[in-house]
């Protein structure tokens, strides 16, 4: 199961476990963040407001190290809320660098999941017009069956 804190993503999240539930399944929750690797120089990127509680701006500015906070901060809210709601539904969460759509594809076959999960759009918005969307990417790259929840 994908998420990247959108709305999409939340519904996905709640098909995954329902499905996980009655199938007696464990889902893991991937997040994938398309930071290049922390090197001695810090880098900066540009993070849409939703992703960062309490900006009103368009975009702001900010460190490698706090986009990979942002991330994590997604992937707990992510499997506070799975664990609350699904008890009984085993949880697990992982962080990614790179390329969404490889990076998703690479792991479930890694991981020799048979389903992978995510929402039809994320928050990529405007990379969606010039490259097409993570989720119809995935469709194309992923070795096993790919839900894209609505």
Same mark, same amino acid.
């Given at each position: ?6 709305? !999409?993503? *939340? ?11 009655? #199938? ?6 991937? !997040? ?12 900066? %990127? ?8 309490? #900006? ?16 994590? !901060? ?6 506070? #809320? ?5 008890? !009984?539904?085993?949880? %697990?969460?992982?962080?990614? @660098? ?11 076959? @890694?991981? *020799? ?38």
């Amino acid at each position: 199961m994908a998420a990247d804190g959108s709305e !999409n993503a *939340e519904r996905a999240l709640d098909f995954a476990l329902d499905l996980a539930e009655k #199938y007696g399944a464990a889902v893991t929750i991937l !997040n994938v963040s398309e930071i290049a690797a922390v090197s001695a120089v810090p880098s900066v %990127s540009a993070v849409p407001s939703p992703q960062v509680a309490g #900006y009103s701006s368009q975009g702001i500015v900010v460190l490698d190290k706090d986009i990979r906070r942002i991330h994590e !901060n997604i992937l707990t809210k992510a499997v506070e #809320y799975a664990r609350q709601t699904r008890p !009984n539904v085993s949880v %697990s969460a992982v962080l990614r @660098e790179g390329e969404p759509a490889l990076s998703i594809a690479s792991f479930a076959k @890694e991981g *020799e999941f048979s389903v992978v999960l995510l929402g039809h759009k994320g928050l990529g918005k405007l990379k969606e017009i010039f490259l097409g969307s993570i989720s119809e990417r995935v469709t194309h790259l992923a070795d096993c069956t790919v839900i894209i929840v609505r």
